[in-house]
């Protein structure tokens, strides 16, 4: 980390840094990469001459992502004590309300819906257990509980083993399989060493370290961790909705850019899931750099923020910052 930035403002950074980067990668969602835009040209409203992916939503809108992780940063508030513990039901009935009403939305209306995450809430609906909601095929591994897990670790005061469970248990009502299970975990443990990093440590490698000693007790975690993230590798990345590739894709970003606003234009660059690949990686971003380090002119075009502030004052107050 180039310059100091204060734990407070690293919580704000992150919370932030997901929506913003999942606002600006919203007009390019689903589109190739050699459609993009070249990278100093990608911002909230793209250049006039580009087909824009959802042209009935305003520049500076959230998808689902910034909506689930709402959801999950007002479940862990209300629903939620101690620092730590995620009450699964209540989470599974704010999913249920955002995709159904429209919570935590902008314009009160769900868009960008994941196919797994609807099938999902289907389930729910017809009395599923919220523990055993999420599709669990191997087949079944998109990044819809990745985008939204970052509420976690900005709130969480338990140790790394209790962060952890939470990170997965929060994934089960729509992602089941071990893979999406691992990768929340991860990112989880790396958010929360970059909110306590000060001296440019590999937080990554931390995060993986601990994992794995965590990990000890569970023999099929690791082997998810060695034969599919693979952090024993260089971190590549080409922006898919798989899981596996958007927690590789944010790496690779953090490893190579060097300022919030090189992450997110950087994945968006790669295309196709540009929204969530922005979302994963903006949100550590928003942590390394600050909230300060997110350019303002996108935080006020970020459209939404009515909803956001009351949820960001709370996080600031009822969580002791260090």
């Known amino acids: ?42 911002d909230m409203v793209p250049p006039p001459d580009f087909a824009r992916s959802h042209p009935d939503v305003l520049p500076g809108t959230w998808s689902d992502d910034g909506a689930q992780a709402l959801c999950l940063l007002s479940s862990l508030l209300d629903a939620s004590c101690d620092g730590q513990g995620v009450d699964v039901a209540d989470l599974a009935r704010r999913l249920r309300a955002w995709l159904r009403e429209g919570y935590h939305t902008v314009d009160g209306r769900a868009f960008g819906i994941g196919s797994q995450t609807s099938r999902a809430i289907r389930a729910l609906e017809a009395g599923v257990a919220p523990e055993k909601a999420g599709p669990a095929t191997e087949a079944e591994n998109g990044n819809g509980s990745l985008m939204r897990v970052l509420p976690l670790p900005l709130w969480h005061r338990g140790s790394d083993a209790e962060l952890v469970r939470d990170a997965m248990d929060q994934s089960r009502p729509t992602h089941g399989h071990a893979r999406s299970l691992v990768c929340c975990a991860v990112y989880c443990l790396w958010a929360r060493r970059e909110l306590e990093n000060d001296d440019d440590h590999d937080t990554f490698a931390d995060a993986v370290a601990t994992f794995r000693d965590i990990g000890k007790s569970e023999p099929s975690w690791l082997d998810v961790l060695d034969q599919h993230v693979r952090p024993h590798e260089a ?35 790669l295309g196709r899931d540009t929204d969530t690949t922005a979302c994963v990686a903006g949100g550590i971003a928003g942590i390394r750099y600050g ?32």
């Open 1 to 42: 980390m180039s310059a100091y930035v204060c734990f407070e403002d690293r919580v704000r950074g992150g919370l932030y840094g997901l929506l913003v980067g999942d606002a600006l990668g919203v007009p390019y969602e689903s589109q190739p990469r050699d459609a993009m835009p070249p990278r100093e040209a990608i």
């Open 235 to 269: 971190p590549t990345g080409t922006g898919t909705p798989y899981v596996v590739d958007t927690l590789r894709s944010a790496l690779m970003l953090l490893r190579t850019e060097t300022s919030y606003e090189g992450v997110v234009r950087g994945a968006i660059a």
């Open 291 to 322: 909230f300060d380090g997110i350019p303002a002119r996108w935080v006020e075009a970020l459209r939404g923020r009515e909803v956001v502030e009351p949820l960001a004052r709370r996080l600031r107050y009822e969580r002791p910052m260090p």
